[in-house]
């Protein structure tokens, strides 16, 4: 009888040991010492993202004694650890890139590009799916910040070739207004439906075929993601009809788009007096898809000076051919946060992945634990 309960016990330990566990760490620069923000943190098919201090927080779902983690960022040499003990503050250093510019001649930008879109039917998941992710608001003045809203998302994107409004489903959100504010502006509509539509697709996007003709696009050099090369190519309006400027950075052996850096141009009767997007792409069994999304815009009202940032990280995503029934349809008609709680604890995502709450608005918070644990 003995016998059988300590092999119980030894049962009982490996499996809680192989259990998915959250991992916790921080990542540097290796001579700086400097951490890196919106650094790639992967593990298995569960990628997530630093925050602006280089924290990350990241949900395996399943055991990581067979799955390693795995760390990159423009500019970096790939990062892969073996986890040891889930349960440790992990510290990551990345080593700069040490490939030079010169080392990837390209003649034209209009060429590459040319070549790229050519692929894109080939790179991109063209097929319905359904995405796990995180999302987060906040709104500021030059003095102070009006509010900090977060949610976990279930979001559902129709094909890419027939593009419509993505569905997005909040599934848990949380939300501190520092000040009041009047809720009938903009800047507290819900945007996770606009984000999760990819511009590789979107109908008004520079990248669309009907709008491509309306750019230049110029060669700027190559960096590396990790342990792929990229390369690099500017684009700026050739006419009128062109009103976006930015960066392309193109995976070398794929030519798939593997992050978009752009700047839409401001009209005088804008309400906008500057707007920037980012968007990255993973590639997941051969095939591109919509990984991180970040906007940023600032307007002018009453002599003072706001500006509202939005990010959109999925996490998780499968091919999905069903559609759930009365889904709530986030769009710019929709307050994203009206009923959320004001829970800010790390423990209120219970077992979703999320980015970790930078130490600014963390202490603004008045929260602790955003250092190692």
Avoid at 31 to 44: C, N
Avoid at 92 to 105: A, F, G, I, P, R
Avoid at 268 to 275: M, R
Avoid at 315 to 329: K, Q
């Amino acid at each position: 009888m003995r016998l059988v309960a300590v092999l119980c016990l030894i049962v009982t330990t490996a499996f809680a040991w192989s259990e998915p566990h959250s991992i916790r760490g921080i990542v540097k620069d290796s001579e700086t010492q400097e951490p890196l923000p919106f650094a790639h943190v992967v593990i298995g098919q569960v990628i997530s993202l630093t925050n602006i201090d280089g924290e990350f927080v990241i949900d395996p779902h399943e055991s990581t004694d067979r799955v390693p983690l795995q760390v990159s960022v423009m500019g970096y040499e790939l990062s892969t650890t073996k986890i040891e003990n889930p349960s440790k503050f992990l510290t990551v250093y990345l080593k700069s890139s040490t490939m030079h510019l010169d080392e990837v001649t390209i003649v034209s930008g209009d060429a590459l590009m040319h070549n790229v879109f050519n692929r894109f039917h080939l790179n991109y998941e063209m097929s319905q799916k359904n995405m796990l992710g995180y999302y987060k608001e906040d709104l500021l003045d030059l003095d102070s910040m009006y509010y900090l809203a977060e949610g976990i998302v279930d979001i559902y994107v129709p094909p890419n070739v027939e593009f419509e409004h993505a569905l997005v489903n909040p599934i848990r959100t949380r939300k501190k207004v520092f000040r009041e504010m009047d809720e009938d502006h903009i800047y507290v509509k819900g945007n996770a439906s606009d984000m999760a539509q990819s511009s590789i697709w979107r109908k008004g996007s520079f990248l669309n075929p009907k709008n491509r003709k309306n750019y230049d696009f110029i060669y700027a050099g190559a960096s590396n993601i990790g342990d792929k090369e990229v390369l690099i190519v500017e684009f700026e309006p050739k006419n009128s009809k062109g009103d976006t400027q930015g960066k392309i950075y193109i995976e070398e052996e794929t030519l798939a788009v593997v992050k978009l850096e752009y700047h839409p141009l401001i009209k005088k009767n804008s309400f906008w007096t500057s707007v920037s997007w980012v968007e990255e792409y993973y590639e997941k069994n051969g095939l591109y898809e919509l990984f991180r999304v970040s906007y940023s815009g600032s307007w002018e009202e009453f002599d003072t000076d706001y500006t509202y940032n939005a990010l959109l990280v999925v996490n998780e995503s499968r091919v999905t051919s069903d559609l759930p029934e009365d889904i709530f349809l986030l769009n710019e008609h929709h307050s994203f946060f009206h009923e959320a709680q004001e829970d800010f604890s790390d423990s209120f995502w219970d077992g979703y992945n999320y980015i970790k709450l930078d130490l600014a608005s963390a202490h603004l918070l008045g929260e602790v634990g955003n250092g190692p644990e």
